[in-house]
Each structure stands twice: as structure tokens, then as C-alpha cells.
């Protein structure tokens, strides 16, 4: 898909506050806030996923954050081990991966004894046959996706 610069400017600004409404959207591009809704609609089909909030894990409790690479048991399908992950609300982001590990899934716990007992829980999953757990000290950034568009920040 090609976007053109006022396409551009829209994903910026919706990257950036995604309760932006039409009308403040139109002032800033130069168009008038239907026109800016029937692009944002032609974008909601494929390139804008969805909108949400940003959440403070700190603040709702869940300071503790690692990254867990996960290597599958050989010969048992990957699909219900990913099934099996997906289930687990302590995972937040769940990758496949190429490297030493094939999965390597970001965890949120409030403890480090519930980041233990996550681990156990883990080690029990049909289809796990090692991790490795890296537990983050400190984020230096967290940042909306980068748009890859000549002069966007």
C-alpha cells in the first residue's frame, strides 16, 4: 500500500494520540475532518490494527518485566505449544523467533516470586523443553511503532 504525505501525516498524529479527533486532524493536515474521516477509514482497512490505551504496568501493579526464550520438545507440534502460551496472561508479547530459541515471549509479574512461580507453571506446558529467562533492571524506550516514511519522526 502507498500512502500519500497527507496519509503520512495522519498516521503520525494518530501514532501519537489515537483519541485525536477528525476535526483536529483536518487542522493539521488541511483538509476537512470528513474527508480526514474517509481516509482514516480507508487506513482501518489493513494498516491501522486497532486503537487502545497505554498502560503504566507499575501502576496496575505489575513492575516486574522479562523476556523468557523458550526452546520447544522436537517432534510435538508448535501450534499447541503457542496455544498453550497464548493462554498464559503473564505474557504480553509472544514472538517467534530464529536464533538459539524459537519463541521468545515478554512477561509482566508483580513479583519476582510470581515470575518463579510463572516459570514453574511454564516448565509444566506439554511441548517446553528449555528457557532462558532475562529479567529487565530498567527501560531506557518504549516507542509507537517507527513509520518508515522519508521525514517522520
Known sequence: MTFDAVDQQILAILRENGRASHATIAKAVGLSAPAVGERIRKLEQGVILGYRAVLNPTALGLPICAFVAIIPQPRNPAA??????????????????????SYIAKVRVASTQELDAFLDRLWMLKGVERTQTTMVLRTSVERPIHLPFGGTA
Open 80 to 101: 499447541n505449544l503457542v496455544e498453550s502460551l497464548m493462554a498464559l496472561p503473564e505474557i504480553e508479547e509472544l514472538h517467534a523467533v530464529a536464533g538459539n530459541y
